[in-house]
């Protein structure tokens, strides 16, 4: 008889049997610590409209690009066979989740030492109770087992908030948000819970094909007519004030670059005038003029006190075919090198010690860390080192990072531990990998005589708990 698909007590700490005791040690006292997760992409509407997910599929598979592109790469599925569609309408979309979740069982074995893998079987076994291993076999067993158990009140959005003691979350909206799903949420007495974030990426980029439209619907929403460079910064102040009444914290800067040089006004001017009005730019202008306004939103979280989050470093839709067929977000995301001690001296220079300004900067690199950003984040006041992520939130590049990070930039600069995920379920499994991590990283700093064991037990809690709290706290 099969034995039952169990989770290993001690999975993801230190193998050596002297630093594996002081792990589970440290483990202990972060394990069940509540949850920050900040920066995030789970949609506002599911904890507003706090309806139930309509099967498992959906909730698992179609919006993770981390299960799909790993299925997609193995060549046998493309994005519609796994319930995307094609939003170009090139291709039919599987209509049947059952059919879905069992390509994604199928290729169960294409997850192997991927950290894909840990979270999914930490939401299988620790959130399902699933008691075997995905596969074309158990596939319709385990779907039917997930399916009744999303079928209950008990597993509603608003219900798992408490379930993985999600102390505060927040979302990812668009600058041009009429923020109607927070104000209900606030109504609801869940406005310091469930918090929106200001992603304004689309109106900085002049080459953005429907730039006017973005410019002119963050304006409405804001109550502002664009008609200028300077209407438009009037638009983008008035709309950050808006966020942060809704209970926003931070700013989300997924940019190209790094870099932040400003551009003379009259330029910076001149250049939002021609893409406003539909006449083209350069590649080279457009890089100019989103540079100069990652300089700008610097600014202007100096005023408000928003924290800033930047993220550079992705070639976004990197197959120029599947993005045009299926969108945006689909996996086909790759990073790139980027370099940051020249790109982000103008806004250091300029904000770097101002007291009311908080930057949290953000890799896919990881040759920059200890060459370039824990150097910054260990002098800059202003900035702190955002936790490995995307690719890189990983058990090996998670060590890599405190190797690489925590000497130049200690502890104290860092901003603990970050997810940055669509994957509602994922969310519990994500901090306990990283708690995990950590826990080893410590361990051995206990055993090598570097830290004792309190030392190590505070950290812990620092980077699991306190740390991010810190890093997003409201001004």
Not at 135 to 156: L, M
Not at 185 to 209: I, K
Request: charged share 25%; aromatic share 10%; hydrophobic share 45%.
């Amino acid at each position: 008889m099969t034995q039952p698909w169990t989770l290993h007590e001690d999975r993801a700490l230190p193998a050596d049997p002297v630093t594996r005791p002081i792990a589970r040690e440290i483990y202990q006292q972060t394990r069940a610590l509540p949850i920050v997760s900040m920066h995030g992409h789970v949609p506002v509407e599911w904890f507003a409209e706090d309806t139930q997910f309509p099967d498992p599929a959906e909730l698992l598979v179609v919006p993770d690009h981390y299960l799909l592109r790993m299925i997609v790469s193995q060549g046998r599925y493309a994005l519609h066979q796994l319930g995307v569609p094609a939003i170009d309408g090139s291709a039919t979309t599987e209509a049947d989740p059952r059919v879905v979740w069992r390509r994604f069982c199928e290729h169960w074995k294409a997850f192997r030492g991927t950290p894909t893998r840990f979270w999914m079987e930490h939401v299988l076994v620790e959130i399902f109770g699933v008691t075997q291993r995905p596969s074309a076999e158990s596939a319709d067993a385990i779907y039917d087992q997930i399916a009744a158990e999303i079928a209950t009140p008990g597993f509603r959005p608003r219900a798992l908030l408490d379930r993985f003691d999600i102390e505060v979350i927040g979302t990812t909206d668009p600058a041009w948000a009429s923020l109607e799903h927070h104000a209900r949420l606030t109504a609801d007495g869940l406005g310091q819970r469930v918090l929106p974030t200001f992603r304004p990426d689309p109106l900085l980029q002049l080459d953005n094909l429907t730039f006017t439209h973005d410019v002119l619907a963050t304006g409405a929403a804001a109550g502002v007519e664009v008609r200028d460079y300077a209407t438009y910064l009037d638009a983008l102040r008035a709309q950050r004030l808006r966020f942060k009444a809704a209970g926003a914290r931070a700013t989300d800067h997924g940019c190209h670059t790094a870099d932040t040089t400003p551009l003379p006004e009259d330029d910076a001017a001149r250049l939002f005038d021609a893409a406003l009005a539909g006449r083209p730019v350069s590649d080279a202008q457009a890089a100019a003029f989103a540079a100069h306004m990652l300089f700008q939103m610097a600014q202007m979280s100096t005023e408000d006190g928003l924290v800033m989050q930047i993220h550079p470093g992705v070639v976004r839709g990197h197959s120029t075919q599947m993005t045009r067929r299926y969108g945006p977000d689909k996996g086909y995301d790759i990073p790139f090198a980027v370099e940051f001690t020249h790109a982000l001296r103008p806004m250091l220079d300029a904000f770097g010690h101002h007291p009311n300004f908080r930057t949290i900067v953000f890799t896919l690199d990881e040759d920059v860390y200890s060459r370039e950003l824990a150097p910054l984040a260990g002098v800059y006041p202003a900035m702190r080192l955002g936790a490995p992520w995307w690719f890189i939130d990983s058990p090996e590049a998670m060590r890599r990072f405190r190797e690489t990070a925590t000497e130049t930039a200690g502890f104290g600069n860092l901003s603990g531990f970050v997810d940055d995920t669509r994957a509602f379920c994922s969310i519990p499994a994500r901090h306990d990998l990283a708690r995990r991590i950590d826990a080893g990283y410590l361990a051995r700093l206990v055993a090598e005589h570097r830290l004792d064991l309190d030392e190590a037990v505070d950290t812990a809690v620092d980077l699991a708990y306190r740390l991010p709290l810190e890093a997003y706290a409201a001004r």
